[in-house]
């Protein structure tokens, strides 16, 4: 530890701090990716370095241009900044978040308390240390976490700078460090009216994509159990692979994995990323930064998720290699794998057998369209969030009406929040219609045509195009023809004799006959061996189909 310290401070003294400044900024960006780190460490965010001695720490500082970007820091990229501190500095290093806001002005009462209780090294707080042994520096004692153990909170009140009743800033409740996505307090909890001085109205809270507020339903619970799983039991079961369309919960599940694996197991390596992100950092690291610092950034991590893995459908074969000998080596180690998509890996045109196999070898959890149940839940859960208390009825006719996608749904409801806040009262459902509401409401649901029906099923059976049209008889075609009947009947309002005359001039009876019994392997199926074997497969493939239709 001491070599790497005197290492670490002979750059310092030769270089001023300048030079293992930019190394420390240089090995955040090949933690963190490009992207995450232009968005938290790109605009107005310094970092000093200051040499340390045989008798002290070297001192990292970092300085955001104001309080909510220095909070933000603390909560989400202290371990970041830590870790690549102690990489260039050795690990006897003590690190300052800092925000470079100017001080309010505080009364001359006060002013005297702050000169009274500042150290006599001329600093404005003490700096706190965590039981990890990172010490952090907070401007003034209503930024201090409430969750720092009592010791560390005490150790560092005794420097915090005192302001007056008039400059306080809102205090949060805990925040778990890790933690990006929570849920705010309403304005009640923090000690806020409903809107201030000048009437503006206050904006909805943020959706926290936690696993308490998880709405859970028949489309979604096996998916559900699964995370559960591996919320309480890290790796056992690995990959873990959610596929379904937009909107269905798919990162809402991902994150309140990464989030319980961080703060319930506090394993610190947990990553969460698109599919998109990891080709990005792949290719800069070809370009530049090198092989090995990716391997070790993607390989020696605890729990590796990764989002939109449809988008590896498109790549290149070094990167899809890559990709494959990264999951290997993960689950040789027996770390947990979460993947998320909007299809199954088998069928994402593009990625090579073995990986698919290897995506699919664990647990695969597909996510079906929401029933009306479930999207009232969720429309009910969204409104209450913003504290509004929708009318049963207006619960029920929006629950029937929307498309089965969250973002939707929260769009809806928080579009139905403007215009309570504008008319003063509940709007009427005429009135949700005639607003930017009801243009939601005719655009999220896609509009399926029995052409649409027809090119689904065909594409998942393999059939050449205009089969279904045919009057051919083979058990190949007589089934994905019922299949694409019973289907034009649950996703069109075409009547059972416009069905008929589509594929191929059948008669309505021989389409209600058709409907019936793919209803029946559906649901309840036969109980023959080859009956039962039978349902299965065509249960298999109407999931594909819908999931075709809805994506695409």
């Not at 649950?490 to 004799?497: L, V």
């Amino acid at each position: 530890m001491r070599e790497g310290c005197a290492t670490g401070m002979h750059q310092l003294n030769r270089a001023g701090g300048k030079d293992v400044a930019d190394e420390i900024k240089e090995v955040l960006r090949l933690q963190m990716g490009d992207g995450r780190y232009n968005l938290w460490f790109g605009h107005d965010v310094g970092l000093q370095v200051e040499p340390g001695t045989a008798e002290s720490s070297a001192v990292v500082t970092v300085t955001a241009s104001s309080p909510f970007a220095a909070e933000r820091l603390r909560a989400r990229h202290a371990g970041d900044i830590r870790s690549a501190s102690k990489s260039i500095c050795g690990n006897d290093v003590e690190i300052h978040i800092l925000h470079s806001e100017p001080a309010a002005a505080v009364s001359p009462a006060a002013d005297q308390a702050t000169e009274n209780a500042a150290p006599s090294s001329g600093d404005s707080a003490s700096p706190i240390e965590t039981n990890n042994g990172l010490k952090l520096r907070f401007e003034d004692e209503s930024s201090v976490p409430d969750n720092l153990p009592a010791a560390a909170r005490r150790s560092g009140s005794a420097g915090a700078r005192p302001v007056s009743a008039g400059s306080r800033r809102r205090t949060r409740g805990p925040r778990p460090i890790g933690n990006p996505l929570f849920r705010e307090k309403p304005a009640e909890e923090a000690g806020e009216t409903a809107g201030d001085a000048s009437g503006a109205v206050p904006a909805p809270p943020r959706w926290a994509m936690t696993l308490n507020q998880f709405v859970v339903g028949s489309c979604n619970e096996l998916a559900h159990t699964a995370t559960r799983m591996v919320v309480d039991n890290p790796g056992a079961a690995s990959p873990i692979y959610f596929w379904g369309p937009s909107g269905s919960g798919k990162t809402h599940l991902v994150t309140a994995i990464r989030d319980s694996l961080r703060r319930k197991h506090r394993l610190r390596r947990v990553i969460q990323l698109t599919a998109e992100d990891f080709t990005n950092d792949f290719t800069t690291a070809l370009r530049g930064s090198g092989l090995p610092a990716f391997r070790r950034r993607y390989r020696d991590v605890d729990a590796l998720m990764i989002d939109d893995v449809q988008f590896f459908g498109g790549n290149k074969r070094a990167t899809l290699r890559e990709l494959l000998h990264t999951v290997d080596a993960l689950l040789r180690t027996r770390k947990q794998l979460i993947f998320a998509g909007d299809r199954p890996p088998m069928e994402i045109e593009g990625i090579p057998a073995e990986l698919a196999g290897r995506l699919s070898g664990g647990m695969m959890c597909g996510i079906g369209p929401m029933d009306v149940a479930t999207r009232r839940a969720v429309l009910e859960q969204f409104a209450a969030m913003v504290g509004l208390e929708l009318p049963a009825n207006l619960l029920d006719t929006l629950s029937e009406s929307v498309a089965g996608d969250g973002r939707v749904m929260s769009g809806l409801v928080n579009q139905i929040w403007a215009l309570q806040q504008m008319r003063g009262k509940m709007p009427t459902w005429q009135q949700v219609l005639d607003s930017a509401a009801g243009d939601i409401l005719r655009t999220s649901a896609p509009i399926i045509g029995l052409a649409d029906i027809q090119k689904a099923v065909c594409d998942t059976f393999g059939l050449p195009k205009g089969t279904l049209q045919s009057r051919g008889q083979q058990r190949s075609v007589s089934q994905p023809r019922m299949l694409a009947m019973y289907l034009a009947r649950q996703h069109t309002r075409a009547a059972f004799s416009e069905i008929g005359d589509y594929f191929g001039n059948r008669s309505h009876s021989t389409v209600i006959a058709a409907t019936k019994r793919v209803a029946g392997w559906l649901d309840n199926g036969e109980n023959a061996a080859a009956e039962t074997a039978e349902r299965q497969r065509m249960k298999q493939a109407a999931a594909a189909i819908e999931n075709l239709l809805r994506t695409g």
